[in-house]
Antibody, heavy 120, light 111 residues
Framework: QLQESGPGLVQPSETLSLTCTVS??????????WTWVRQPPGKGLEWITC???????FYKPSLKSRLTVSVDTSKNQFSLKLSSVTAADTAVYYC??????????????WGQGILVTVSS | QSVLTQPPSVSGAPGQRVTISCTGS?????????VHWYQHLPGTAPKVLIY???NRPSGVPDRFSGSKSGTSGSLAISGLQPEDEADYYC???????????FGGGTKVTVL
């Protein structure tokens, strides 16, 4: 299981910080990349980033300059930081597990999501 | 605007068959990258329906099927049921962007 946690309200221009706790299995596996996806209100899903337990990262290019992702194997958690947020970053943020299918990777396990609102 | 293009909505009566297209380009689906499909009900976590173009995870009804041809993928729902009313998203990888991405999503309405 995956569970997101973090503040539900962030001030504009500040940093959004979220953590995903992985339970029922180890985050320290070469088989997975740990992912963040978001959905702004009334819009579709947006793939943001993923990180392997060894720290190898993939980013959505338009967000890369504002993103920091990390893994804490001792706590079986991974985290997202998004800096200089604006109202456009208001969304439900999902953490997920990215696994290899027959050839390419896809998200096979998801958290329930957490709503983060950017507002003063 | 999404790199992967889906129709905003499709609808059908119970028992009918509907299809959802996902049109990409030579840097994603046309480059050989797989198409995956997700079902998303409001307030819940997305769920993978099809991975690797045609594969169904265990527990997904065989009413759902996927295909891929050229720069496009498709999801078909046969024997449409009321509980299939949801948003559906395709996903692939783009070699130019060096990133995974979702299509814009399709809302399926059961009439």
């Amino acid at each position: 299981q995956l569970q997101e946690s973090g503040p539900g309200l962030v001030q504009p221009s500040e940093t959004l910080s979220l953590t995903c706790t992985v339970s029922g299995g180890s985050i320290s596996s070469n088989d997975f990349c740990w992912t963040w996806v978001r959905q702004p209100p009334g819009k579709g899903l947006e793939w943001i980033t993923c990180i392997t337990y060894s720290g190898y990262t993939f980013y959505k290019p338009s967000l890369k300059s504002r993103l920091t992702v990390s893994v804490d194997t001792s706590k079986n958690q991974f985290s997202l930081k998004l800096s200089s947020v604006t109202a456009a970053d208001t969304a439900v943020y999902y953490c997920a597990r990215r696994t290899r299918g027959s050839r390419d990777y896809y998200e096979d396990l998801w958290g329930q999501g957490i709503l983060v609102t950017v507002s003063s | 605007q999404s790199v992967l293009t889906q129709p905003p909505s499709v609808s059908g009566a119970p028992g009918q068959r509907v299809t959802i297209s996902c049109t990409g380009s030579s840097s994603n689906i046309g480059a050989g990258y797989d198409v995956h499909w997700y079902q998303h009900l409001p307030g819940t976590a997305p769920k993978v329906l099809i991975y690797g173009n045609t594969n169904r995870p265990s527990g997904v009804p065989d009413r759902f099927s996927g295909s891929k041809s050229g720069t496009s993928g498709s999801l078909a729902i046969s024997g449409l049921q009321p509980e299939d009313e949801a948003d559906y998203y395709c996903q692939s990888y783009d070699s130019s962007l060096k990133s995974a991405m979702f299509g814009g999503g399709t809302k399926v309405t059961v009439l």
